[in-house]
């Protein structure tokens, strides 16, 4: 049995913007669809997040947009805490780890909001069937990790891949 849920979004597909910085680049109009569509798959799912971890990146920014808004019929006025954290951006996968293990223990579920690789990266650290897609999420793609114990306890093959969708709207 698991006691929480991690949540691990990729962001959604984003305009290649030579122009502007990385940081700056905006979603497609798919990757706008697709956000939402990854939230309305994980409402119906009863992943609603406590705490979102998200990219300060204005892609991951506009994907958690777009998951909330999906969110916004389910929620019984407990709207989530959002952390924008600048490390989340270009971070290593355990620096996202140790995000995640910092999390208060009154979190029952997280929605870390990320780029590639470390996103994917995490994933694969934290299965210990090794289920986890070898080619990593794809733009909108979803990993749900269960964690059993605290997130002080979520370490390297201690949650299990329990679902996983790549949302396309």
Request: proline share 6%; charged share 20%.
């Amino acid at each position: 049995m698991t006691d929480r849920s991690l949540v691990l979004l990729r962001h959604a597909k984003a305009e290649q913007a030579p122009n502007l910085p990385d940081e700056d680049r905006p979603l497609t109009a798919r990757g706008l669809a697709d956000s939402t569509t990854a939230g309305a798959w994980l409402a119906r799912r009863g992943y609603l997040p406590a705490l979102v971890l998200c990219s300060p990146a204005r892609r991951t920014r506009q994907t958690w947009h777009g998951v909330a808004v999906a969110f916004a019929d389910t929620v019984d006025g407990a709207a989530p805490e959002v952390r924008y954290q600048r490390e989340i951006y270009g971070s290593a996968t355990e620096r996202l780890l140790a995000l995640v293990r910092a999390a208060p223990a009154t979190v029952a579920t997280i929605l870390l909001v990320g780029h590639n690789p470390a996103i994917s990266q995490l994933s694969t650290l934290l299965d210990p069937d090794g289920t986890a897609d070898s080619d990593g999420l794809r733009t909108a793609g979803i990993a749900v990790h269960g964690v059993t114990g605290s997130w002080a306890e979520c370490t390297p093959g201690a949650a299990r891949l329990v679902a996983s969708h790549t949302a396309r709207g």
